[in-house]
């Protein structure tokens, strides 16, 4: 099982409605192709770690790279991994912009500066401290 983790910056401004197109689409996506993750959005910024079979996660990361809705990607983290961290979860989402300026303030993925080492244990974390976020999409 393999894993990757990058960051990347909105080319326009999504609509709440075309992000979550966007998550549907992708959600359908992973699921066929036994794909699981998250993707956290916050002030322009993406965030997504996706996992599953190596070959999986490049074809899906190369699509993804060449997409024109984010541009700047950069890789954060990659590497082998025993076990998923989102097993049941074909792609979490959490739209920071819809929650409170405390979290907005604690998460700020723009600012998740060049820990790249740690971005593995940043989303496991985020995943575990933050889970009610993902099951609410806000207004
Ligand atoms: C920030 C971001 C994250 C994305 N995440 C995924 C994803 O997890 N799975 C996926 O299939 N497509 C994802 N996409 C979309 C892909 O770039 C691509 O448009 C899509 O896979 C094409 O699917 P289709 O051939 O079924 O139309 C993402 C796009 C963006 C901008």
Known sequence: MYYLIYRSKEANQLSPYKLSKL????????????LTGILIHQHGS?????????????????????????????????????TRTFPHLSMAFCNLDFHSR?????????????QKKDAHDYICNFYTSHLPLLFSWGP
């Open 23 to 34: 998550v549907e689409k992708s959600r359908n996506n992973n699921y066929l192709n036994e």
């Open 46 to 82: 993406f965030m997504q770690m996706i996992e599953g079979k190596r070959g999986a996660v490049e074809k899906l990361y190369q699509l993804v790279e060449s997409d024109n809705r984010h541009h700047s990607i950069e890789l954060l983290s990659d590497g082998e991994i025993d």
């Open 102 to 114: 405390a979290i907005q303030e604690k998460e700020l993925i723009k600012n998740f500066d060049s």
